[in-house]
């Protein structure tokens, strides 16, 4: 079965009634496989993104030793690196594989064979930007089980999947930090090669803004305010 994309979209936030109605909506939709033990696992995605927080900690440490003007998104990043990895040693020793497999999985759909209660998480996390707190938690899976009451295991389950899918939005956010350091850095370097040309001909200003344009063909703001700055 195919996995579903590792990086989920931007989604709209919800008010803690929208969250509350959106909560009944999914549940509603959530139809359980039969078989629980026909599984897709849930730890490999957990390893990519703790092996791409990883990386960029390290990345971001090599660029604070050469660079003090590091951002908050950076600097947040690589103090709180050995918390978020405590979080991933937690879900790996909270989902042992023989409780992984009794949690009852979507019968389908994209997340078909993954946990239910992993899609409700998800979905908490994705329309809060993930600012959730006890009292947002108890809510949403309240609604959610007025239609669709969950296992005592799925239960126990819910702060499992909250720190797996918080993990998996950080490694989604810290990509993105990362390609904006990488945006600043040309930038800069683009900067220091303007002070050595005396003019500058139209091919070579294509090649700044070529070298300065996000995948969707337009100049990634942080690129330009960089240059500009």
């Given at each position: ?12 936030l919800f008010t803690i009634s929208q969250l509350e109605a959106h909560a009944a909506r ?204």
């Amino acid at each position: 079965m195919p996995a579903p994309p590792s990086d989920a979209p931007v989604q709209q936030l919800f008010t803690i009634s929208q969250l509350e109605a959106h909560a009944a909506r999914i549940a509603a939709t959530h139809a359980v496989s039969p078989d629980p033990r026909r599984a897709h696992p849930l730890l490999p995605k957990l390893d990519l993104s703790s092996d791409r927080l990883d990386a960029a900690y390290l990345f971001l440490s090599a660029e604070a030793r050469t660079d003090a003007q590091a951002v908050g998104a950076e600097e947040w990043l690589r103090d709180n690196h050995h918390v978020v990895q405590d979080q991933v040693r937690e879900v790996r020793q909270h989902l042992p594989r023989k409780y992984y497999l009794e949690l009852p999985k979507l019968a389908e759909g994209p997340f078909e064979g993954y946990p239910r209660v992993y899609l409700l998480a998800r979905e908490l996390i994705g329309h809060t930007a993930g600012r959730i707190d006890l009292d947002t938690i108890v809510d949403f899976t309240t609604a959610y089980q007025r239609v669709a009451p969950l296992t005592i295991g799925e239960t126990w389950a819910v702060p499992i999947m909250l720190r797996l899918g918080l993990v998996e939005e950080l490694h989604r956010l810290a990509e993105d930090v990362v390609e904006a350091r990488r945006r600043r850095n040309k930038a800069r370097a683009w900067y220091s090669r303007l002070g050595e040309v005396d003019e500058w001909t139209d091919s070579a200003i294509d090649a700044v803004l070529e070298d300065g344009r996000d995948e969707d063909g337009r100049l990634a703001p942080v690129f330009v305010v960089e240059l500009l700055h």
